[in-house]
């Protein structure tokens, strides 16, 4: 599969962003989609994951600022941050899975998109 990531970019605390992913290539076979992240010098983070079935899960840091979404017909999702932090600074990684009973495994990621918060 085939994962392109869009919408990063540098703007202030408070402000907002919405990031977008777009999967091409064997769909049936995915059951999520979701977001990673990655600052300088840290470990890549969980940020969200949205099942086919709508179901959606959050990273502890972005619970109440983030939105995860998705457009099943244009096999594309969004993430809606608000409220941004300077923490928030990251390349942000958008991954296509499947399941094996509970354990979630990639099946393809995104280059990354850059997101910076900065004053």
């Known amino acids: 599969v085939t994962v392109v990531e869009s919408g990063g970019g540098l703007v202030k605390p408070g402000a907002s962003l919405r990031l977008s992913c777009v999967t091409l290539?064997?769909?049936?076979?995915?059951?999520?989609m979701g977001w990673e992240r990655q600052a300088p010098g840290k470990q890549r983070e969980f940020v969200a994951r949205?099942?086919?079935?709508?179901?959606?899960t959050y990273g502890d840091s972005v619970k109440g600022r983030f939105t995860i979404s998705r457009n099943s017909a244009k096999n594309t999702i969004y993430l809606e941050m608000n409220s941004l932090k300077p923490e928030d600074t990251a390349v942000y990684f958008c991954?296509?899975?499947?399941?094996?009973?509970?354990?979630?495994?990639?099946?393809?990621w995104g280059q990354g998109t850059q997101v910076t918060v900065s004053s």
């Open positions: 991954n296509v899975g499947s399941y094996s009973g509970n354990f979630y495994y990639a099946l393809g």
């Open positions: 290539g064997d769909i049936a076979s995915i059951g999520a």
């Open positions: 949205i099942t086919s079935g709508g179901t959606t």
